[in-house]
């Protein structure tokens, strides 16, 4: 039973790689790969958008691995798998919204409101830099795809706004929307398109292909896999992630080393200080100084008194 636990956690420190052509578009390296070829991408993103949100989206701008910064350098910022924008110049008609999509592999299920509270709160703050004016904030939606339940409820989609607790029924709208779509939900009522979607984005191969917006993804999707330059820059992040990790556990190690001596120390302190009083209240002066000169001399007042393992 000891070695299989050991196994298990063996596998956990370190994740099994994965060829390109096992990735699927829930991936990060692969749904960056896909989004980020310009115009392509940006349809591919106006797709997936429109099959979320149920409803149709014009033409949309798209920065990949969009960085926002905090207000100063000394304050998180954050990094947006996709920021999408509604291209307002393209067509005066559509209603000026950004969105943040972001598949997401990683189990995070603890801090999720949390992480996209931080996004909105960002998104927001970058949207006032210029001229404060509240009133031109842009809707903003914050969507994640996860391959968990980040509830518990089996739900497919969990759409969260804010609203009146008193009140539940009175409108109350601030253009935010978090959704949050487990791709393996079964409760409510989500469109075959999204369900679609969502099991293709989890399991990326032709078998998963079941309408036209689909078939054009998927037929990026097989681009780059074919892509050689991509197979190189595949292998060539796999080696970053790896020695990222491998940075990371040393620095933990030696945080843990220095953790240790530094107890260490405390407990020392406290056993030497015991030791003296226990000296001063025998009446032993001669014998605080003595200790203090003689190492040897010290360890043997700490066994009398009982304290050596203390």
């Not at 349809?43 to 905090?70: F, H, M």
């Not at 339940?149 to 969990?158: A, I, T, W």
């Not at 530094?262 to 200080?273: A, K, P, S, T, V």
Request: hydrophobic share 30%; glycine share 6%.
């Amino acid at each position: 039973m000891e070695k299989v636990k050991k196994n298990t956690e063996a596998l956990r420190m370190k994740p099994r790689k994965r060829s390109l052509e096992e990735l699927s578009l829930i991936d990060d390296f692969l749904f960056q790969e896909i989004i980020s070829r310009g115009e392509t991408g940006e349809e591919i993103c106006r797709i997936l958008l429109s099959t979320i949100l149920g409803r149709p989206i014009g033409r949309v701008r798209v920065t990949t691995q969009k960085v926002l910064a905090g207000f100063d350098t000394n304050q998180r910022g954050i990094r947006m798998d996709a920021y999408a924008e509604s291209d307002t110049e393209a067509d005066m008609n559509v209603t000026s919204e950004l969105y943040d999509i972001e598949p997401d592999t990683t189990y995070e299920k603890p801090i999720l409101p949390w992480r996209t509270r931080l996004y909105q709160a960002i998104i927001d703050a970058k949207q006032l830099e210029s001229g404060w004016d509240c009133s031109k904030l842009k809707n903003v939606y914050i969507i994640m795809i996860l391959p968990y339940d980040p509830f518990d409820e089996n739900r497919m989609v969990y759409t969260v706004k804010n609203q009146c607790v008193e009140a539940p029924d009175m409108e109350y709208e601030d253009g935010i929307r978090r959704i949050y779509l487990y791709t393996k939900g079964t409760e409510g009522n989500p469109s075959q398109e999204l369900r679609d979607m969502l099991k293709y984005m989890e399991n990326s191969i032709a078998e998963n292909v079941t309408n036209a917006d689909i078939r054009a993804i998927h037929e990026q999707v097989d681009a780059v896999k074919r892509d050689k330059e991509v197979g190189v820059q595949y292998m060539k992040s796999w080696e970053r992630e790896m020695l990222i990790r491998e940075e990371g556990k040393e620095e933990g190690r030696e945080e843990g080393r220095e953790e240790g001596r530094e107890e260490g120390r405390e407990e020392g302190i406290q056993c030497l200080n015991k030791l003296i009083i226990k000296l001063t209240e025998d009446g032993r002066a001669d014998d605080i100084v003595k200790a203090a000169q003689d190492e040897v001399y010290q360890k043997q007042l700490l066994e009398e008194y009982g304290l050596a393992d203390k």
